[in-house]
């Protein structure tokens, strides 16, 4: 694993732990950060880091709090506050 992929990896897991506390703002900047270090280095970023954000707005998505997650036909589809949808077909 290179220095960006474990950069990109520990900057999701600190978006993930701002969001729990409710940081909202300091998840949506390790995002955004973590999305900037991917392009740099043209590495894909993670499923789960894909799924769990918001790309309009950046947001450290959670479900029941910022997110709407339902499913339909075959798709979940993810709602943020922000009006930004996501479908990924079930796994």
Not at 32 to 36: N, S, T, V
Not at 80 to 88: L, T, V, W
């Given at each position: 694993m290179t220095v960006?992929?474990?950069r990109v990896q520990r900057l999701h897991e600190l978006a993930r732990e701002a969001a729990a506390a409710c940081?909202?703002?300091r998840?949506?900047?390790?995002v955004?950060?973590?999305?900037?270090v991917a392009e740099r280095h043209r590495l894909s970023l993670p499923r789960e880091f894909e799924r769990f954000t918001c790309d309009?707005?950046?947001a450290?998505?959670?479900p029941g709090k910022n997110a709407r997650v339902r499913l339909q036909d075959g798709h979940v589809v993810v709602t943020?506050?922000?009006?930004?949808?996501?479908?990924?077909p079930y796994d």
């Open positions: 960006a992929e474990e940081h909202d703002e998840a949506k900047r390790y955004r950060r973590a999305r900037r309009r707005c950046d450290a998505l959670r943020c506050d922000c009006g930004n949808q996501a479908r990924y």
